[in-house]
T-cell receptor
Framework: EADIYQTPRYLVIGTGKKITLECSQT?????MYWYQQDPGMELHLIHY???????EKGDLSSESTVSRIRTEHFPLTLESARPSHTSQYLCASSGKDSNEQFFGPGTRLTVL | KNQVEQSPQSLIILEGKNCTLQCNYTVSPFSNLRWYKQDTGRGPVSLTIMTFSENTKSNGRYTATLDADTKQSSLHITASQLSDSASYIC?????????????FGRGTQLTVWP
């Protein structure tokens, strides 16, 4: 079982609110990722990080931002949530010499 | 364009039966191919990984095959159980970047009925 955690698991919030989705891993992995996944669709990479103080945008344009101040922590923030942000957000991590990604359980976000 | 296509989109089988899921990809250069199982409301979990030189690999009741020439893979599930109900995602990695870029299929939604 991969040691990667996401909180909250479910979040229902009103339009315009600021939210932060938490992701932590205890495996000492350098690389971390955020994906967005809609029902029946493939995962889309929205952010990734090679290590501390390194963050890059993924393939899918996203209004969210991320930070990587500590190796184990990779939070995602939405400054002003909108209904179009409703989706499942999955965090993942991988080791230095591997591209196997270990996924967290996900956060199901609903913006009303 | 690097793509991963899976079929069927959804599948319903009776408990105890076998089934085979398909994955075709156009990713190049090729590094490896993984099959992930994603339970509803959970993150994907890796079932198998196959590199260019491997033709078949088993993990319990799951057997994956890879034909690197035709760029096709299959996942065979034997003696299905109710707990096999999930989405099965084919993920292909390219060899071209340090990131180990992953290309995801949309998954096959498998439902096992009692």
């Amino acid at each position: 079982e991969a040691d990667i955690y996401q909180t909250p698991r479910y979040l229902v919030i009103g339009t315009g609110k600021k939210i932060t989705l938490e992701c932590s891993q205890t495996m000492g992995h350098d690389k971390m990722y955020w994906y967005q996944q809609d029902p029946g669709m493939e995962l889309h990479l929205i952010h990734y990080s090679y290590g501390v103080n390194s963050t890059e945008k993924g393939d899918l344009s996203s209004e969210s931002t991320v930070s990587r101040i500590r190796t184990e922590h990779f939070p995602l923030t939405l400054e002003s949530a909108r209904p179009s942000h409703t989706s499942q957000y999955l965090c993942a991590s991988s080791g230095k010499d591997s591209n196997e990604q270990f996924f967290g359980p996900g956060t199901r976000l609903t913006v009303l | 364009k690097n793509q991963v296509e899976q079929s069927p989109q959804s599948l319903i089988i009776l408990e105890g039966k076998n089934c085979t899921l398909q994955c075709n990809y156009t990713v190049s250069p090729f590094s490896n191919l993984r099959w992930y199982k994603q339970d509803t409301g959970r993150g994907p979990v890796s079932l198998t990984i196959m590199t260019f030189s491997e033709n078949t690999k088993s993990n319990g009741r799951y057997t994956a095959t890879l034909d690197a020439d035709t760029k096709q893979s299959s996942l065979h599930i034997t003696a299905s159980q109710l707990s096999d109900s999930a989405s099965y995602i084919c993920v292909v990695s390219d060899r071209g970047s340090t990131l180990g870029r992953l290309y995801f299929g949309r998954g096959t939604q498998l439902t096992v009925w009692p």
